[in-house]
Nanobody, 122 residues
Framework: QVQLVESGGGLVQAGGSLRLSCAAS????????MGWFRQAPGKEREFVAA????????YYADSVKGRFTISRDNAKNTVYLQMNSLKPEDTAVYYC???????????????WGQGTQVTVSS
């Protein structure tokens, strides 16, 4: 069982930056692939980024490639999402997720956090 708690969301102007954190409970955090997803009002949940258990491999949606960076600290049971050059279309609730296999589908992940709101004003 893994419990995930996101933090770091907020209101930022376009072009600004935010760093999201996701703290995980449980001793097996380092065994899981970690992902970030987002969901805007009226839209489906979409993949943002994922990172392998070792942190060596990372994956990004085309819409955030070059602007967002995912990283993890297994000693702290925490995964991060550094978001730079934010755009109004990045506005959404951001969720972190844990799974045993990397993937861009929400079905690849077994555990989810409660989400944190990111709002980018123009």
């Amino acid at each position: 069982q893994v419990q995930l708690v996101e933090s770091g969301g907020g209101l930022v102007q376009a072009g600004g930056s935010l760093r999201l954190s996701c703290a995980a409970s449980g001793r097996t955090f380092s065994s899981y692939v970690m992902g970030w997803f987002r969901q805007a009002p009226g839209k489906e949940r979409e993949f943002v980024a994922a990172i392998s258990w070792s942190g060596i491999s990372t994956y990004y949606a085309d819409s955030v490639k070059g602007r967002f960076t995912i990283s993890r600290d297994n000693a702290k049971n925490t995964v991060y999402l550094q978001m730079n050059s934010l755009k109004p279309e990045d506005t959404a609730v951001y969720y972190c997720a844990a799974g045993l296999k990397a993937g861009s589908s929400p079905r690849s992940y077994n555990y989810w956090g409660q989400g944190t709101q990111v709002t980018v004003s123009s």
